[in-house]
Nanobody
């Protein structure tokens, strides 16, 4: 079984910073490849949107709204991912979700896994 656990959310003032972390927890041997890892965010009544994505080779993609403010990173050995969020704005307030695409065996399909989400609130 695979679990994604987010941490690091909370309340911050506009202009401040937060660092989100995501850890992939799994029994030994059930992950053949940990492929793309991503952060999404969602506000009530709206769809879940991609914030940033990082491939296993650390190629990154960002939503236009967070470019030059957010930085995604990963540690392949530790199976962790982080999102450094700087210059936060009230519009960044949302629940943030960690996602990972995992291949369980050679030649197998990619399977998407999600964390339970963590709240980030930007307010004075």
């Amino acid at each position: 079984q695979v679990q994604l656990v987010e941490s690091g959310g909370g309340l911050v003032q506009p202009g401040g910073s937060l660092r989100l972390s995501c850890e992939v927890s799994a029994a030994s041997g059930i992950i053949f490849n940990l492929n793309d890892m991503s952060w999404y965010r969602q506000t009530p009544g709206k769809q879940r949107d991609l914030v940033a994505r990082i491939t296993s080779r650390r190629r990154t993609t960002y939503a236009d709204s967070v470019k030059n403010r957010f930085t995604i990173s990963r540690d392949n050995l530790k199976k962790t991912m982080a999102l450094q969020m700087d210059s936060l704005e009230p519009e960044d307030t949302a629940s943030y979700y960690c996602a990972a695409r995992i291949v369980h065996h050679l030649g197998g399909p990619e399977v998407d896994y999600w964390g339970q989400g963590i709240l980030v609130a930007v307010s004075s």
